[in-house]
């Protein structure tokens, strides 16, 4: 069985003189401790696709399995115990509580689990350690860069244990150097944890090693094939 299957996904916002297929008669399948790079160009389709991997949205058509279970026959509650449990999302814009440290943004998934306080404010810490920002646990988020921001924001999708963690280009408000070493890092989560990793990049160049290539254009995906060794591009 596959760790991630759509079967026939449509989506279809609007209707009669607006309506949009953001996606039409998507298949796609993928194994536990994949790594999907998606790229196309803006309004192809992408976001919406990470949408419905999580949930956040239902499609229109067709049906989704995640991790064994069918997700469009939950109901919202369903949903977001599902997503709690399974999916660490990562978005461009970070969405850190800026008043708040680092380390209770990240521990926020906890509270939603049930976690006590303590083992809270200790696993959050680990996963600050994790990314790099072990001395900035206190600081507001509000205090933090850009790339620390998304490092705190990585920290908080992965805090709970997720098997698919989905990323909507993490980078785009990053410079490169620091794009590398978020990149850099995602890649060793999915080393380490054997985690899915459905990353969204708006950067053609970004290719890594055994990574599965997904093109989306105007709601309807093709994979490339897989990038090997000695395949030009910008590995961080
Ligand atoms: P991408 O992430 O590749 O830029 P999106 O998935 O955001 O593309 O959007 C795909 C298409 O669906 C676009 O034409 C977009 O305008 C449309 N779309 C996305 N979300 C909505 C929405 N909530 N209502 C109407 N149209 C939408
Ligand atoms: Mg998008």
Do not use: C
């Amino acid at each position: 069985m596959s760790h991630i299957e759509l079967d026939g996904i449509g989506r279809l916002f609007g209707r009669g003189a607006t309506e949009v297929w953001a996606l039409r008669d998507v298949h796609l399948a993928a194994e536990q401790g994949d790594f999907l790079l998606v790229k196309g160009a803006s309004g192809a389709g992408k976001t919406t696709l990470l949408n419905l991997l999580s949930g956040l949205d239902a499609p229109t058509h067709g049906t989704i399995e995640v991790a064994g279970k069918d997700i469009t026959g939950l109901n919202d509650k369903e949903l977001s115990r599902f997503r709690n449990k399974h999916i660490g999302y990562v978005f461009q814009a970070f969405y850190l509580e800026t008043r708040r440290s680092a380390r209770e943004n990240v521990a926020v998934p906890l509270v939603f689990a049930g976690v006590p306080a303590a083992e809270r404010a200790e696993r959050a810490t680990r996963l600050l350690e994790r990314v790099g920002l072990a001395d900035k646990v206190d600081v507001p988020a509000s205090n933090l860069s850009a790339g620390q921001r998304q490092r705190v924001a990585l920290a908080r999708a992965l805090v709970n244990g997720p098997e698919l963690l989905l990323a909507d280009e993490p980078t785009a408000n990053l410079d490169s150097k620091t794009s590398r070493e978020i990149l850099a890092l995602i890649r060793e989560v999915h080393e380490q944890e054997q985690v899915t990793v459905v990353l969204v990049t708006h950067d053609k160049e970004v290719v890594f090693d055994g990574a599965r290539q997904i093109w989306v254009d105007d709601g309807r995906i093709t994979e490339h094939e897989r990038v090997g060794s000695g395949v030009e591009g910008a590995q961080p």
